[in-house]
């Protein structure tokens, strides 16, 4: 069963501009959050999204948005770049079964530099 | 608030020797705990996890973590460690109740490897 892919993998982008990253989840997972980790902050939690529902938010401002489509997969948007968002963004799945034993399997990651 | 901490932010060991990597948890209640691990450019590894039942938790990789409520504390030990364990090492604590689907990590520890 293939993992959590994200694409792209590196993306340089200028000040001002703004930015898509997609998540394509595990097979069967409904459940996707998005983590962005910054040496600085660490690893802290941006949205989590269930059937096309941002269900959980964390603490970033509202240029950070998110979606999800009916196959699960997710994108992130961040508009008007700064400098500050220059990070690891990661996406995780997990299967949502009701139970609360949820486990999110971890991407690879997307590297933003922000120029 | 809720949190995990993990006092260590580097560790060094010699292959061979043991390892301990401390993390505490501090949450209403318990939550479920997560030990994740990092190669550099990479996402995150799952190497265990703690929902409930026993406290000593076996992992993948050769690790063990062992929960301890009166402490509040989740270490991740390995009785010997191999050059390719040098990584950074993340605890998480989740609450997934009521469809609250959200992790918090601790700061992270990066273990060195000398051979």
Redesign the interface.
Known sequence: KAGVTQTPRYLIKTRGQQVTLSCSPISGHRSVSWYQQTPGQGLQFLFEYFSETQRNKGNFPGRFSGRQFSNSRSEMNVSTLELGDSALYLCASSLETGGTENIQYFGAGTRLSVL | AQSVTQPDIHITVSEGASLELRCNYSYGATP?L?W?VQSP??????LL?Y?SGDTLVQGIKGFEAEFKRSQSSFNLRKPSVHWSDAAEY?C?G????G??????????TRLAVHP
């Open positions: 479920y997560f994740y450019g990479q996402g995150l590894q799952l996890k929902f993340f998480a989740g609450m997934f109740s469809g609250y689907n959200k992790l918090i990590f601790g700061a992270g």
